[in-house]
């Protein structure tokens, strides 16, 4: 890899179940997903080789501090706070926030219904903090990965869940079905809250302008687009 300077396999640590963006096929035992597609069109354009290493998403931004991870794509919101840490790519995607009750529920048509009530989402998300700045919850109940999350309102040990509008989607979709609904709005779509997903990188990582060059021309040349169609059924 002496072209690209890079002459070691990196790390790219993904989301251990984030669907549609990284999960691991059923069929295959591989992981897959939008975001695992575009970081090997990503890396192929660079020529970089790599071993894609999930893991629970509160592993990412600090193995990305301390220099064992390279890269990590995990549909990661772009945040002030996090961007002191490490570096972000330019956006990819963009997504706000959904609160999922049961569709037994009728006490609860958003956030400003959550006071007194159990709120669970993912350890470490733009949805913790989004939560700890908006909502009057008495709790909110934090889950390594999704899985553990879902399960809690299907088992009835949690009111509600907030979390990503893609992965609430895909949700209800897949597997909560009639059993689910959404209530409110779309929460969180301002910059701040993180709407805005980038791939991360430990701070001063020669890789930032290589991959952003790479995506730039996976827009141009439609791969991006077909890739999107591919996971999201609409156009970008
Ligand atoms: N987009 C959310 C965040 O940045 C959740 C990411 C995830 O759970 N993989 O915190």
Known sequence: FAATGFAKKITVATDTNFPPFEFKDPKTGEHTGFDVELWDAIAKEVGIEYDLQPMDFNGIIPGLQ???IDVGIAGMGI?????????????????????LVKSSTNDIAGIEDL?????????????ESFLKENAKAKEIKLYPNNDAMFMELMMGGVDAVMFDSPVIAHYMREVGK????????????????????GIGFPKGSPLVIKVNAALKSLK??????????KWFNTEP
């Open 79 to 99: 945040k002030p706070e996090r961007a002191k840490v490490i570096d972000f790519s330019e956006p990819y995607y963009k997504a706000g926030l959904l609160l």
């Open 115 to 127: 006071e007194g009530k159990l709120v669970a989402t993912k350890l470490g998300t733009t949805s």
């Open 220 to 229: 141009e040349s439609g791969a991006y687009r077909d890739l999107y169609i």
């Open 66 to 68: 301390s220099g064992q």
């Open 178 to 197: 009639e059993k689910v609904k959404v209530v409110g709005p779309l929460y969180g779509l301002d910059a701040a809250t993180g709407s805005f997903y």
